[in-house]
């Protein structure tokens, strides 16, 4: 009768919540299981990219305590880096454009402050971050802003440098720099990191500034 109809409803519906929960159950064990097995297993070396972009916050632990934040533009082919980003001049936040150009060991400094654009250029006598991983050790699994990551750290004449990739892409996410005999450390946070070939002028400067860039 009705009765008994609407009885088998009943049992057919919470038997069905029954099984959604036991898939939901068994698909979270697999991937527990996935992701343990991931971690637990020694990774191949990592790889720098040959060009990205991304959005990098720096923290710098000496007697000034500076911190930055900037886009890094990278292309290996051309031998280039490019930082964007807002830096003190003359006393001022200015927007400030950074090229290196390794192929001739030159940085370029154009600073856009106002209503004018100031450019300078000299040897390149900075230090960026590129690690070869030659002599890396991995030590486990950590989590960097929630993410979990691959730990690695390479030892060597007084400095220790720590570097963190996203188990995910494998692509950069912090790397931390500590020079034990100079009492200073820096770190390299990576955000929206896009690991893709970059547009080829975005490392060329315009012909005005070119021509008007002040050698020092």
């Known amino acids: 009768g009705i009765n008994a109809e609407y009885g088998d409803q009943i049992f057919f519906v919470k038997q069905t919540k029954i099984l959604h929960r036991t898939m939901r159950t068994a698909l979270l064990i697999l991937s527990l299981i996935a992701f343990v097995a991931l971690v637990t297993s020694q990774p191949s070396k990592p790889v ?25 533009f990278y292309d290996a082919t051309k031998g280039k880096d490019r930082f964007d980003g807002f830096r003190e001049w003359h006393s001022e936040p200015t927007f400030v454009v950074r090229i290196y150009d390794h192929s001739i060991g030159r940085e370029y400094n154009v600073y856009y402050h106002r209503d004018s654009v100031s450019c300078y250029t000299h040897r390149i006598n900075s230090t960026i971050p590129k690690p070869n991983f030659d002599a890396v050790r991995y030590i486990g699994v950590a989590l960097i802003d929630d993410e979990p990551t691959y730990h690695w750290i390479e030892e060597v004449e007084g400095r220790t440098v720590q570097y963190f990739e996203t188990i995910k892409y494998r692509e950069p996410k912090r790397i931390d720099i500590t020079n034990r005999r100079e009492t200073r450390s820096e770190t390299w946070t990576f955000h929206a990191f896009d690991k893709c070939a970059q547009d080829p002028e975005l490392f060329d400067l315009p012909v005005a500034l070119r021509l008007t860039c002040n050698s020092v």
């Open 48 to 72: 720098w990219p040959t060009s990205f972009s991304a959005s990098v916050s720096v923290r710098h632990n000496d007697a000034y305590e500076r911190h930055g934040f900037f886009r890094w």
